[in-house]
């Protein structure tokens, strides 16, 4: 069966009967005008052609049958006259349609087999052919008449495969005839990307093709190829198909705002541009494609390197005809030993996935144009394929695990505190203890975890991965917060066998400790109180309390409302609320800076980092299935991932900075030296000293970091 090659995709023939009756060829010579553009002008018939109605493309027909007795001089008459009369009914008005006995390619034919014919681009120049051909055969064998077409595209050089069609009545050939214009006839849109919106493009057909017959002829759910036109350095132009790129007409849009209504199409691609464009691109163009409905393809992967059958465990394919962002595993074909997976029927494009390790490294689309289809497809074979797949699951097991222990931590302490303030010292001992021991375990697996984590990013060149690094951060965190229950522990040990006051002052100390970790910062303060209420005489708890105290201290309107921005709204911010209010919690980290609010920037490090964490699994989640959208949905929270990044990495600076930095914080109503802080002080209900000017009457400039804030606080 010989291979034919259509729209940049490479098919087989679908009639494997080759029959060794002398045939001879109809063809069908679709000869469409060389203005066959989108541009805004008329479109004139081909020279020499009998064009009553002014129609914009020309279609020749040119009939000749087999020598079978059956196909009698009468027959063959009745024959081209109604496959003439039918096509000038099918065409109406927007084709002339003429009817002839000759052609130049049939004497090419002879007796070649039409599945084995080729044509060139070269080769159809010479000839003269430039237009759209249909080679057609009719011949009568076993009782039936069989009507064999393939078609020659010569505007873009493209040779189809062979198509065969059977019917027992001889009254049914002239219909055939037509179906071969009606399923295979080329309309040309120029493709115009949507602003904004990747996934979608206008096509602009030309002007003189009403919407009423484009419609016709091009329903809803059509799928296009996409073709690159470019300059030649003779002159000419030459039209590339893109590479793994189709489009899928939408439904009729509404008028826009000129009265207008576009043609829009859907983008199918696995390229993250395929509108990039070069010196020589002019424009892009789309030709409707013929699919099959209910036909199958029979696809072979092979090593780009080797040419060798893509084989193994770690390698499979997914196949469906409802889009890649629908995929499932119910979708899973069986990869044979040759690298061949066969798919049952399709309708009318097929959506490919192929999966290395668990991980979809290809997706594209496939235009199935016959019943059976067979195609092959070179992939770069991953090595090391199978060790990633397994360190990311190792990773993700990981981040799962610390998650879980962390909350069930949170939730143990919280249990623990309530029992000591009932006084039931016995039972939050044994709770604490058993937690301990519990956490103990998990946080050992945790650690030799990490380890072989670091031991095989390094082997497989993953060790700048953001996640690793959050992992291991997590990992100390779990590590630090033991050891603080380890000394809550002895505290309730403490208590309970000595019955002393500073035992018990103990317990509350490190429950204190334990809930400010947690950033709760008035139970860690009620703890403290209640631990110098048991035992007065503890100078450093004394001290510590009252810095505490004073660190906690609302200072003013203006501040309150930044530490409630930052300990309400954005820590218990959901992911789809970021974006929206990460404007504001920006100036609330800057007044937090300016009123020197340590606790508070603290506590926004804790929450951007947490949000970080989301956001990693959700981008991994959504790269993972593949789609096109999904990618686009992916990018857009990696970016806020990134934003974050940056914005923690500022409020680490202002950390950094008040650490080093012995000034006190500007007292309630008190306005500081930057012209922000005189405006949230004038907000706080205070006015600024206008004394406090530089030398030559005007404010200082504000500080880098609090110049956006007196903008918005006025």
């Not at 508070?600 to 096109?628: K, Q, W, Y």
Request: with cysteine; glycine share 6%; net charge negative.
């Amino acid at each position: 069966m010989g291979a034919s090659k259509i729209g940049g995709w490479n098919r087989s023939a679908v009639d494997t009967v080759r029959t060794k009756r002398a045939t001879a060829w109809a063809l069908i010579g679709c000869a469409v005008a060389a203005a066959l553009s989108p541009a805004p002008c008329s479109l004139a018939a081909p020279p020499g052609s009998s064009d009553p109605a002014g129609a914009a493309y020309a279609v020749q027909v040119v009939l000749r049958f087999s020598d079978d007795p059956l196909f009698t001089r009468l027959y063959k008459e009745a024959v081209f006259s109604q496959a003439r009369d039918q096509l000038l009914v099918l065409l109406e008005d927007v084709f002339s349609v003429e009817v002839v006995t000759q052609h130049v390619l049939a004497d090419r034919l002879g007796e070649q087999p039409l599945e084995e014919f080729a044509l060139s681009p070269t080769e159809a120049a010479e000839l003269g052919i430039s237009g759209q051909v249909f080679l057609v055969s009719v011949e009568f064998e076993g009782g039936t008449y069989r009507i064999s077409s393939r078609r020659y595209d010569g505007p873009r050089g493209l040779l189809g495969p062979c198509r065969s069609m059977h019917t027992p009545d001889r009254q049914w050939v002239p219909k055939a005839v037509c179906d071969v214009v009606r399923r295979e006839l080329v309309l040309e849109a120029e493709v115009r990307p949507k602003r904004g919106k990747p996934g979608e493009v206008y096509l602009r057909f030309p002007a003189a093709l009403s919407r009423e017959t484009i419609e016709r002829w091009l329903p809803q759910g059509t799928v296009f190829q996409v073709l690159r036109v470019e300059n030649l350095p003779n002159g000419g132009r030459r039209q590339t198909p893109i590479a793994n790129t189709v489009l899928i007409l939408q439904p009729s849009t509404a008028a826009n705002h000129k009265g207008e209504r576009p043609f829009t199409a859907s983008v199918v691609s696995n390229l993250r541009d395929p509108w990039r464009t070069s010196s020589r691109s002019v424009r892009f163009v789309a030709v409707n494609l013929p699919v099959q409905q209910g036909g199958r393809l029979r696809l072979r992967l092979v090593d780009q390197a080797t040419g060798e059958p893509a084989y193994g465990a770690t390698i499979q394919v997914r196949v469906s005809d409802r889009g890649f962002d629908r995929m499932t595993d119910r979708d899973l074909l069986e990869l044979n030993r040759d690298g061949y997976v066969t798919t049952p029927s399709l309708s009318g494009l097929a959506y490919v996935q192929v999966l290395q390790a668990g991980q979809v490294a290809f997706q594209f689309p496939v235009p199935i144009l016959q019943e059976w289809m067979e195609m092959e497809r070179r992939i770069p074979i991953d090595e090391q394929g199978r060790e990633k797949a397994a360190f990311e699951r190792l990773l993700d097991s990981q981040a799962r695990d610390l998650r879980a222990l962390h909350e069930q931590l949170n939730a143990a302490v919280s249990r623990i505190n309530a029992l000591n303030e009932a006084k039931r010292y016995e039972e939050a001992r044994d709770g604490c203890a058993a937690l301990l021991s519990e956490v103990r375990r998990s946080a050992k697996v945790a650690t030799n975890r990490l380890k072989e984590l670091v031991a095989a990013a390094q082997s497989l060149g993953l060790q700048d991965r953001p996640r690793l690094r959050q992992a291991a951060d997590e990992t100390a965190k779990l590590e630090r917060r033991l050891e603080d229950l380890a000394g809550l522990q002895e505290s309730l040990e403490r208590t309970i066998n000595n019955a002393e006051a500073q035992a018990r002052a103990d317990v509350l100390i490190e429950l204190g400790r334990q809930a400010q970790d947690a950033f709760e910062i008035d139970d860690a303060i009620d703890k403290y109180k209640l631990a110098l209420a048991e035992q007065p005489d503890q100078p450093e708890l004394e001290k510590m309390l009252k810095d505490l105290q004073e660190a906690w201290r609302v200072k003013g309107s203006v501040h309150r409302q930044a530490r409630e921005v930052v300990f309400g709204g954005w820590a218990k911010a959901e992911i789809t609320e970021l974006e929206e209010k990460l404007p504001e919690v920006r100036r609330a980290a800057q007044t937090l800076h300016r009123f020197k609010d340590n606790l508070g920037l603290e506590r926004l490090v804790a929450a951007n980092s947490d949000h970080m964490l989301a956001l990693s699994d959700l981008v991994d989640e959504l790269a993972s299935r593949g789609a096109t959208e999904d990618q686009q949905e992916a990018d857009k929270w990696l970016k806020l991932v990134d934003t974050l990044e940056k914005f923690n990495e500022e409020v680490t600076g202002y950390l950094d900075g008040l650490e080093g930095s012995n000034s006190p914080a500007p007292a309630d109503g008190v306005p500081d030296t930057n012209g922000t802080e005189a405006q949230a002080a004038a907000q706080d209900g205070s006015t600024a000293d206008p004394a406090r000017k530089s030398a030559n009457g005007s404010r200082p400039s504000p500080s880098p970091l609090d110049s956006n804030e007196g903008e918005e606080e006025e």
